[in-house]
C-alpha cells in the first residue's frame, strides 16, 4: 500500500483544514487507517484512527470533539476533518495503514506511512 498525505497548510487559530490521504492498491478496504502527528521536539502520536470497516474510531484526547476521521472505501481515502484548530496542533500529520482488525492506536501496529503534510497553526 503506498499512501500521500495532502491538504495541509498554514491557518489562523480557529480555522479549519482537511487532510487527505490517497491510497494505492485494490486492498485499501482491509486496511485501517490512521493519522499521527509529530510537532518539533516531540515524539509522534496518534491523532485519530479508523477501522478497516470505518464502524468504529478512536481520536486522542486533545482532539476529541475538534477532528472527525472518516473513510471512502470505494474511492481509496481517508480523511481527516480539523476545526477549532489550536497552535498547539501544529505538526507534521502522517497517515498511516495497519493490517489489524481493530482499532490500532500507536504507531507500532501500523504497516505502511505516507510521507507527512505539514499543519501550521497561528495564534
Known amino acids: 500500500v503506498q499512501l500521500q498525505a495532502s491538504g495541509g497548510g498554514l491557518v489562523q487559530a480557529g480555522g479549519s483544514l482537511r487532510l487527505s490521504c490517497a491510497a494505492s492498491g485494490r486492498t485499501f478496504s482491509r486496511y485501517g487507517m490512521g493519522w499521527f502527528r509529530q510537532a518539533p521536539g516531540k515524539e509522534r502520536e496518534i491523532v485519530a484512527a479508523?477501522?478497516?470497516?470505518?464502524?468504529?474510531?478512536y481520536y486522542a484526547d486533545s482532539v476529541k470533539g475538534r477532528f472527525t476521521i472518516s473513510r471512502d472505501n470505494a474511492k481509496n481515502t481517508v480523511s481527516l476533518q480539523m476545526n477549532s484548530l489550536r497552535p498547539e496542533d501544529t505538526a507534521v500529520y502522517y497517515c498511516?495503514?495497519?493490517?489489524?482488525?481493530?482499532?490500532?492506536?500507536?504507531?507500532?501496529?501500523?504497516?505502511?506511512w505516507g510521507q507527512g503534510t505539514q499543519v501550521t497553526v497561528s495564534s
Open positions: 479508523i477501522k478497516w470497516s470505518g464502524g468504529s474510531t
Open positions: 498511516a495503514a495497519t493490517r489489524s482488525i481493530v482499532v490500532a492506536t500507536t504507531s507500532i501496529e501500523y504497516n505502511y
